[in-house]
Structure formats: structure tokens, C-alpha cells
């Protein structure tokens, strides 16, 4: 822990979440799911999608770019089905969307499910976690707006784009791949920018001089003016293969937007034709499959999980210590965070306390005032 941190334990911090979306006009269920959310993220030890986001939703709300969310299912057929979000609380549309595709997939062995006019529907791997507890494989992908240029590009044309699997196996943990097309998302920048840290060397392009960028408080700005841009997996140019995390996030970006008649690439800047605020209008997809109608679940997890160990168990190079399978940092960093809470930086510490004040919430006296 930093000089400029504390921590919250998880109880606190939960509780104190839905309070705050409770206090925004979200109802008991829709605050939960968006607590839920947001507090998977701060125990995997994801912190640039957990309680540090909370502000930005606040401010969106207050905005009024995250609605209550009152969604409509427009087309179900089958193993499919379409909802159109009308702009509401992305948290609690991909939450119904990813529950209804389980239901499809325990019928028909595969569900799939979009959606259309959602807004931001923070940590992906929340929704395969929730096929997995019900004994299926999931996978989602998110559009969003414009922050990464295509290889060769300087513009921000497409979103952070996360493709995203979670697998059962029949270890103590499941197989999650949760991340996004680019090398980073934007929330890493926020936590460099926060900690006056620079960035690593290659993750963010110049959009007038395509040099690198390592800035991260003068990035932040300059995003909004679309002066600069993440780039996807294997960086810029085709050198280290930049060129397939490109290809990953338009797959992720047509699935988010062709099938359900949605909207893509700028049109998702949230701006409208005066450049005045407006909803994102982001899409997702989500896709459960039940093992049951192949092999059965235990075979799956007896495989998955075999797989999983041979990789950890293969030959490590010199001077590593160890190799790991995706989703085991995950869960021992829950396993720490359950004991230790989550750690608060000193501008987050400022922004919990803004909304506390704001809202009203005077039983929570934080610690670290």
C-alpha cells in the first residue's frame, strides 16, 4: 500500500455502493446487480473497472446517459434473442441478457443473446462467471466508444472491444480470460494518471504524429479531443502483429452491432451531430453453452481442467518462478482483497467522500478522513 492509499473492507465498500445507486434512483435490484458488478472487479484485483469507476457512473447518471434501465426484448426466437436497452443501466440489461441466454442454452445446449442502445457494462467477465456457476461455458464482447485506431491509423475508431471466455474446470477456480483487444484500456491510464505515473513505452499513438505516448494526465485530455488513440494488441504497425488485435476488435465490434441493427465505431462517441452529450448506444453479445448436450460437464471440466495444470506444470524458463493459467491471479487476489479490502487511492478517497456528502450518506465515516 501507497502513502496515498487505505483500504475498505468489502462489506463497507458494497454496502456503501448500492447506497450510492440507490441514492442516483436505481431500484433495489438494479443497485445490486451494479454493486455486484463492480465489486467482482475491486476482489479480482481489477481495479480499473471497480470501485475507482464508480465516480464515472455517477457522473453519467447525473448526466443522464445511464438510465433506469426498463429494456425490451424485441425479437426472441429459439436459441436466440434480441434486446434493445433504451439507453438504461448497461450493469442490469447484460445481467438479464446473459441470465437469458443460460435459460436458452439449458433448453437448446446454446443460447445467444444481443443487445442494442445499452451503455457501459463494466468488468466482461462478470457474465461468463455467471454461466459458469450454473455449469456452462460463457462468452461476451462489448463495443464502445471510439478510443483505439486500426493498425496503421491514428484515429480512435473502435472501443477497448474485451473478448471474453470463462470455462468450468474442476479445480478450485474456473478458466476466465477476461481482456480487452487493445494493449490497455482506458482505465489503466486513469490509474497511471491518478498516480502520476507514466505509461509503458507502446501502448498509445499520436493521432497528428504517430509517435508513442507515455503522458497519461495530458492523454487523458487529449482523448476527449480525439488527438491520440490506444492501440490494439501487438502495438502499432504489423511489425509484432498489431494487425490481428485489430482484426479481434472488429470481430468483437461487428458482433456487437450487426446482429441487433445497433450502432458502431463513431456513431458510439455519445456526442450528438452539435457535438452535444448523448446516450453511447453501445451493444453486446453474450453467448452460454451447455456442455451437457456434448459430452457432459464433467468430462468438459476434467479437461479443461487437465489442460490448465499441464500448462502450469510445463518447463519455466530461467528465472521464473512460476507460470499461470488465466484466472488464477483472479482468485488468489480475491483470497487477499477478502482479508486485506480494497485499496483506496488518495483521489478516489476525494471522490467517495464528494458523493457521500452529495447523497447524503452521513453513516459512512470513512477512515481514511
Known sequence: ??????????????????????GLGYPEEQAQISTDVLIESDLRGIRSHGVQRLKYYYVRVKAGQH???????????????????NHGNGHYISYKAMELAIVKAKKFGLGMVVVRNSTH????????????KEGCLGMTGTNARPA???????????????????????????????????IIQRGKVEIAARDGTPLPEGVVIDRETGQIRTDAEQLLKDFVKNKAALLALGGAGE??????????????EILSSALQDGVFLKDLSGLDQNGEQTHFRVGHFFIAIDPEFF???DIFKTIAGNICRGLRNSDKVPDAIRIYTAGEKEFEAENIVREQGVPISKSIQEDLIFMRDELNLSQYQFDFE
Do not use: R, W
Open 1 to 22: 500500500m501507497s502513502a496515498n492509499e487505505s483500504y475498505i473492507d468489502i462489506d463497507t465498500l458494497q454496502n456503501f455502493m448500492k447506497d450510492v445507486f440507490v
Open 67 to 85: 438510465l433506469v434501465s426498463d429494456y425490451e426484448i424485441v425479437k426472441d426466437e429459439g436459441a436466440t434473442a434480441v434486446i434493445d436497452g
Open 121 to 132: 457494462y463494466g468488468i466482461a467477465g462478470y457474465y461468463p462467471l455467471m454461466a459458469i
Open 148 to 182: 483505439v485506431a486500426p493498425t496503421f491509423g491514428g484515429e480512435p475508431m473502435f472501443g477497448t472491444n474485451p473478448l471474453t471466455f470463462g470455462f468450468p474446470t474442476d479445480e478450485e477456480f474456473p478458466f476466465v480470460l477476461d481482456c480487452a483487444t487493445s
Open 239 to 252: 511489425k509484432l502483429s498489431g494487425h490481428k488485435g485489430y482484426g479481434y476488435a472488429t470481430v468483437v
Open 295 to 297: 459430452m457432459g460437464l
